[in-house]
Nanobody, 126 residues
């Protein structure tokens, strides 16, 4: 079992930057594929960035070049640095960990991820 807890986020004007962090606890011997998802009201949770155990990162086109995912397996943390933020980036952001080896990319459906944080709100005003 793993427990995930996000921190960070908040409100920023368009073009600004924010960071999110996710603390991992519990069975940290597991080093799974980890991801950031986001969700807006009435829409499905969408994957935006993943990072594999070897550090390979993949991004959805909507955030590529603006967001950076990273992990520190010594400190057991996952991070998402967000730059050049747009109003359409406004959402609840979640960190997640994949229990099974089914690859590691943002297209893996949310239900396949076994572990989730509670979410952190990011609001970008125009």
């Amino acid at each position: 079992q793993m427990q995930l807890m996000e921190s960070g986020g908040g409100s920023v004007e368009s073009g600004g930057s924010l960071g999110l962090s996710c603390a991992v606890s519990g069975n940290t011997d597991i080093r799974p594929c980890m991801a950031w998802f986001r969700q807006t009201p009435g829409k499905q949770r969408e994957g935006i960035a993943t990072i594999d155990t070897d550090g390979t990162t993949r991004y959805d086109d909507s955030v590529k070049g603006r967001f950076t995912i990273s992990r520190d397996d010594v400190k057991h943390t996952l991070a998402l640095q967000m730059a050049s933020l747009k109003p359409e980036d406004t959402a609840m952001y979640y960190c997640a960990a994949l229990a099974l080896r089914v690859g590691c990319n943002p297209k893996i459906p949310a239900p396949d991820f076994a572990y989730w944080g509670q979410g952190a709100q990011v609001t970008v005003s125009s």
